[in-house]
């Protein structure tokens, strides 16, 4: 009940292209959804949450989509560019706490 | 501001040696976390503190590792003896709000045991 399933496990996109993550999680307890970017050598660096009451959210080009009776949300890069090109992290907060997806290694080529 | 930091930020050690590794939070946050990253498991949290005190260190894996936080500017995560398996990135993260969301990663400790 506390994990977090995200897929793909890896992803290759063109340059421009849409990067598509999804993460999918069962406590309903969960009441916040942070995404985080991880480079090679680096820590975590958040990216965009969002909380349950809310279907959306959009910075720049990454945008949340949040289905809470699905119990899924997943994290969109438009305009994908090479410089995207890391490791993703969904992750969903109970307490005080968070629960981090398994990860998705976004390759994005020129 | 700084950052979080952590020191070292490599360390090699023989099994069965201790192993002390260091984060100090940014300024002015209440909550510390501590986190060990490996390609099986994933990115795994070992214990936080709020306001230097420990509320759940439920995922630190056996008595060998054991942290602390004097006080509110520095932590320690402590292994001994340590073992080969302990290799790993260890990330000390902190937030401003208490059981906030919204952590900030240090650049982490790579931890190899021989």
């Known amino acids: 009940q506390q994990q977090v399933k995200q897929s793909p496990q890896s992803l290759i996109v063109q340059k421009g292209g849409i990067s598509i993550i999804n993460c999918a999680y069962e406590?309903?307890?969960?009441?916040?959804f942070p995404w985080y970017q991880q480079f090679p050598g680096k820590g975590p660096a958040l990216l965009i949450a969002?909380?349950?009451?809310?279907s959306e959210k959009k910075e720049g080009r990454f945008t949340i989509s949040f289905n809470k009776s699905a119990k899924q949300f997943s994290l969109h890069i438009m305009d994908s560019q090479p410089g995207d090109s890391a490791t993703y992290f969904c992750a969903a907060k109970t307490g005080g706490k968070l629960i981090f997806g398994q990860g998705t290694e976004l390759s994005v080529k020129p | 501001d700084a950052g979080v930091i952590q020191s070292p930020r490599h360390e090699v050690t023989e099994m069965g040696q201790e192993v002390t590794l260091r984060c100090k939070p940014i300024?002015?946050?209440?909550?510390l976390f501590w986190y060990r990253q490996t390609m099986m498991r994933g990115l795994e949290l070992l214990i936080y503190f709020n306001n230097n005190v420990p509320i759940d260190d439920s995922g630190m894996p056996e008595d060998r590792f054991s942290a602390k936080m004097p006080n509110a500017s520095f932590s320690t995560l402590k292994i001994q003896p340590s073992e080969p398996r302990d290799s790993a990135v260890y990330f000390c993260?902190?937030?401003?709000?208490?059981?906030?969301?919204?952590?900030?990663f240090g650049p982490g400790t790579r931890l190899t045991v021989t």
């Open positions: 993260a902190s937030s401003l709000v208490q059981g906030g969301g919204e952590q900030y």
């Open positions: 300024s002015g946050h209440n909550s």
């Open positions: 969002i909380r349950p009451d809310v």
């Open positions: 406590n309903t307890a969960f009441d916040y």
